[in-house]
């Protein structure tokens, strides 16, 4: 479900008309990534024309924010957070090496298989149950190794 | 005994719906605020002694008055729910579990400031916040509370959500501003100020989400009652993040001044294992680090300056004998370097040189001279930004520096960390 932003009770008679495409670019760019699961050339081109901004505006605004995707994505993104809080507790550099290893992946990179990408993100606002991380949209807490194994063992069985 | 005011409701089930707030007293505030005049509602904010939880502490009554009275000049709210701070948790709790409190705060405030319209501008991985925002607005609209002419007062009011796409930045105000109007959260020079020119260029009041959902209790309980909480210059209950090395971390409501040691220990359970505490991050990581000799320390904006920190966010990170200072400056630099929006070079290079020190110091490779050389550094980036970023940044590096500095020449003496090692 792409949960974008709540425009609907906005009437035309609105004072504040101006600007007003341009400020439902990154809405559009949600839209669009939701689609196709990442940015494409394609996708930017058609946002670009959807909202009469150029394909470099678009581009660029994009690329200023790290949840938008130019690349490729896996269908899970596991985001670990690599934040101070997780750190003290013991997560961080520890759950991304074993993501790592499970995986067989670097940060940054898809498996083979297009199931997993691994990712490492700062703090999730989940200080108080550390570790954290998320997949996609979902919100991890108070992480071990065996909590991992889990959960990637579920997203396996749920892709198959 | 003090009792949670922003937090009363956030243990009950369904704490999140339209119902449950309506069932312990929701909505009554803006009942009451919409028959008193708007100057009187200002009036009420200043003295209450209200001051911004969303890290500058700027009188909120002050930046009320600031709008302008014109009553033909449109006029916005906008509502910061980017939490992107390290180490703080407490507005995400508000959004998934209490929103309604603040669509309170946020009706009343418009109606203070003759704004017709709101905007929620919400950080983009608080999925499930984003959908609690959504569906709390949606009702608000459907009883009446938001739309045209709000219980029949006369006052109109929209409000609708804006979801960021990662960028610690995006939180402070200006960049907010950018990135409703859906540019890149590049932040603005101030002045003007969003108050003389906001989003899309109309006067604009922006509020952290825990200062609004103090809005209702104010008017509820009166300014008085709520300047009888905290101390002379920090007023109210405030929400403290702990985590870290404690035994219970979470976030706890507590009046302003209640001191760091009463925190970690009567309400955070204390050091886990029982170790012992070395360190604390008291308002969030952009803040100045206190040692253990601070545990007698009110958390106040006055007395936290007193010692050369900061308020912040309240959001303290707590840390044990175990931790070793130079990877905690080294990771909260990191952060930093890697959030500096670009714009201007003392921020964008000068983070990265920071950082580039630290990472070979905490590696073994450090040189006799780098210490200075971050300090050096710090000193050029400090107050010499765009936005207040640049000042944020240095205080992992230059605090850790002049409070543990002994753990940063073991470091560049033995090539390795001595922490925990009595060698
Ligand atoms: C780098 C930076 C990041 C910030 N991030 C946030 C944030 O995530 N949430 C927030 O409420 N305020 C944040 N602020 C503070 C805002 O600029 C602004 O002061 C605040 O939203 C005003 O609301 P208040 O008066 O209610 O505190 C940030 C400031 C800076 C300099
Ligand atoms: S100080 Fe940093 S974050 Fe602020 S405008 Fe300059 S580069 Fe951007
Ligand atoms: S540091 Fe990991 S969630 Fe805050």
Redesign the pocket.
Known sequence: MAIVSSNSTTSAADPLEDGRKRAMLLAALYIAQEQFGWLSEEAIRRVAERLDLSVGQVKSTASFYTMFKLQPQGKYRIQVCEGLSCYLVGGADPIIEYVSAKLGIQPGETTADGLFTLEVVQCLAACGTAPALKVNDELYENMTFTAIDQLIERLQEQAE | MFEPVLTRNIHRPNSEKIYTYLANGGYEAVRLALTKSPDELIEMVKRSGLR?????G?P?GV?WGFMPKDPDIPKIVAV?T????PGTFKDREIVERDPHQVIEGVIIASYAVGAKRAYVYIRGEFFLGVKRWIKAIADAYEHGFLGKNILGSGFDLDMSVHRGAGA??C???TAMLESLEGKAGNPRLKPPYPAQVGLFGYPTL???IE?LACIPHIILRGPEWFASIGTAESKGPKIFSVSGHVNRPGNYELPLGTTIGEIIYEHAGGIRGGKKLKAVIPGGASTPILTAEHVDVPMAFETLAAVGSQLGTGAMIVMDETTCMVEVARRLTKFFAHESCGRCVPCRLGSRRLYEILERIEGGKGKPADLDLALELSRQIDGLTF???GS?LVNPARSTIERFRDEYEDHLTYKRCMVGNPL
């Open positions: 911004g939880r969303g890290g500058a700027f909120a930046k910061n980017d939490e992107g701070e610690y930045i939180g402070e105000e922006v509020h952290n200062t936005c207040p970023m944020a």
